[in-house]
């Protein structure tokens, strides 16, 4: 099944439901004409539509499938989309600096308190209110939107060229994803294929970006587990993971290294070079990750922590090593396959137990195989010249691209008009579909295990927060 | 403000005003092996109680606005602001936006702004060593 399908409002809800339990719900937006509802076959994305015309509220899915609250919660504050039985009617952003009120457990022992949204660590912010009796959480309502700056309307009315650099600048730690994901979804409506080693050099790109941001999460996890050492020497692998990336993109966080009709001028130009340091790393990344993954009182507080059902992974429609650590099958590299992952059989990392452990053991397996792919990739391009990005002329329509980032699937959503000028984009990160999760994996968890189990996640919230 | 009062021991605590977090990459990155600001007298603090330099990143959004300002009003005096990114100089790639303030760093009036998109850890770090601390 692909492209859009439009369906009446009475019938809408249903069909949405019966869709989620064939295919990957992806997430769902609205512009003036229409609300979509968008999901991953095989074949690629697909969208059901329903034409806002009319204007006779739908049922909210997100009574049945949660992992649609947040969008319908957005779709009904900033598009005036009407739901019936929306099971939490709050806006999700707040207004005019306000938040909304938070979600408290109310009961005899329980007491309440606040974190955020300024955190104690360079983080990004965000307001996590933990209703809890003693130390057990019985309840956590994450709120965010503090990074909020409006950077779909922002792009609105822009070339759809011109804003690639804004799309790569939403969130620093998937730019490379979400910059491949806009400029395949461009490609598509242009109708343009790229060279193979353009395609290889991609994959490249978007790998390294997968290793820096695991490296990270992994250290932060042994540090969140009280391990020093496992936080420092992650952090200085990183940081050589980071200037890999300076090297084979030209940027440290690889901001502008995947543009529209191909890579950014600065890529894989000192060749024998990168294959040596990365062989270098490679080596010491597997030696770190031996040594953490041998330290019992770290490995032992992760385990357990932060239970993720399979039954819940699927309900709040999980993604990424989140959904592959809790029984999930799903990677779009291998199940929608695009670009040059349609040339190499990627080993899936999966594990069964839910929890913050089976997450990090999801990463570190894919670190291995980023590594392998990275090398793999590099040896098919050899010394063949990568050419300069292909002119595009970006005709009327609209496109949706998915791809496979740190964190799980990275959607872009577009809408052209003439000239190639932005009428809608729209962007769903994996953060933004596995925040409410952690909210959730907190429940009948103790208050210190939450930066833990928060780091094994470490989503974004810029994405999400657009 | 004399030199003495703070040499090898500021305390530095970071704000995100609506950043992209590539700013915050490059900030954390300061405390890894290979820049380690400690050992130019600089430590990130927790609390603001216990900084004297606040940096800010971000362009600056309604929604941190008020926490922005409660977290520097508990920064005792003397401070120095520090502005790290375009966004937070004000010239950033959301500047404009329609939840976009004016820059964190130019509404929270900072002393000196680092630009990059994000400025890398050596220019930060260096941008760090040569604020003004005397007065
Ligand atoms: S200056 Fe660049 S890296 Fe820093 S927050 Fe802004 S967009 Fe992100």
């Given amino acids: ?239 050589r993971a980071i200037r890999l990336c300076r090297l084979a993109g030209g940027h440290r966080l690889l901001f502008d290294a995947i543009v529209p009709g191909g890579v950014g001028a600065q890529t894989l130009r000192e060749r024998p070079r990168i294959a040596r340091e990365l062989a270098d790393l490679a080596r010491d990344i597997e030696a770190y990750l031996t040594r953490l993954f041998a330290q ?109 980032g740190p964190r799980g699937s990275e959607v872009v959503a577009l809408h052209t008009g003439g000239d190639g000028i932005l009428t809608r984009l729209h962007v769903i990160s994996a953060s933004y579909r596995n925040w409410p999760l952690v909210a959730r994996a907190m429940d009948g968890n103790i208050v210190p295990d939450f930066p833990l189990v928060n780091k094994s996640f470490n989503l974004c919230y810029a994405c999400a927060d657009r | 403000m004399k030199r003495e009062t703070f040499r090898k021991s500021l305390g530095v605590r970071h704000v995100a005003c609506g950043s992209c977090n590539g700013c915050e990459h490059e900030m954390n990155a300061l405390s890894n092996a290979f820049y380690d600001i400690t050992q130019d007298g600089y430590d990130i603090v927790a609390s603001p109680r216990h900084a004297d330099i606040v940096t800010v990143t971000g362009p600056m959004t309604p929604a941190m606005r008020a926490a922005a300002r409660e977290t520097l009003d508990a920064v005792p005096r003397p401070r120095i602001v520090v502005a790290i990114g375009d966004c937070a100089a004000g010239e950033g790639p959301w500047s404009g936006a329609p939840s976009a303030g004016p820059g964190a760093g130019i509404e929270l009036q900072a002393t000196i702004t680092v630009r990059g998109c994000p400025p890398t850890p050596e220019e930060i770090r260096a941008a760090l060593k040569s604020l003004p601390l005397s007065s």
Wanted: charged letters at 20%.
């Fill in chain 1, 1 to 239: 099944m692909n492209g859009v399908h439009a369906i009446a409002a009475e019938r809408f809800a249903d069909r949405v439901e019966a869709e989620c339990l064939t295919a990957l719900p992806l997430g769902a937006y609205a512009r003036a004409e229409e609300v979509r509802y968008l999901f991953l076959a095989a074949s690629g994305p697909y969208a059901l539509a329903h034409p806002r015309e009319a204007e006779a509220p739908l049922r909210a899915v997100s009574g049945t499938f949660p992992l649609f609250s947040w969008d319908e919660r957005e779709m009904a504050q900033e598009w005036g989309v009407r739901f019936d039985a929306l099971p939490d009617a709050r806006p999700l952003r707040g207004t005019a600096g306000e938040m909304p009120p938070a979600i408290v457990a109310q009961g005899a022992g329980l007491m309440r308190f606040v974190v955020g949204p300024v955190h104690a660590g360079i983080n990004e912010p965000g307001r996590f209110t933990f209703s809890s009796g003693g130390e057990t959480i019985v309840h956590l309502d994450a709120q965010l939107s503090y990074a909020h700056r409006g950077v779909e309307r922002h792009v609105e009315g822009l070339g759809a060229l011109q804003a690639a650099p804004l799309v790569a600048r939403i969130c620093g730690s998937c730019s490379a994803a979400r910059s491949f994901a806009y400029a395949r979804a461009l490609e598509q409506l242009a109708g343009i294929e790229l060279a193979r080693e353009v395609e290889l050099a991609r994959l490249v790109l978007a790998e390294f970006e997968r290793i820096y941001n695991h490296l990270g999460d992994l250290a932060a996890s042994a540090a969140g587990a009280g391990w020093g050492p496992g936080f420092a020497s992650g952090m200085a692998l990183k940081e």
């Fill in chain 1, 296 to 404: 019992s009182s770290t490995v032992a507080r992760w385990q357990r922590a932060g239970v993720v059902s399979r039954e819940s992974a699927h309900a709040f429609g999980a993604v990424g090593p989140a959904h592959r650590a809790s029984r999930g099958e799903i990677d779009v590299r291998t199940f929608a396959p695009y670009g040059a992952y349609r040339e190499f059989a990627v080993r899936i990392a999966h594990a069964s137990g839910g929890d913050s452990f089976g997450r990090l053991r999801v990463k570190r397996d894919e670190i291995r195989e980023s590594l392998r792919l990275i090398g793999a990739a590099l040896a098919e391009i050899g010394d063949a010249a990568l050419p300069d990005p292909q002119p595009m002329a970006v005709p009327a329509g609209d496109a949706t691209a998915v791809v496979e």
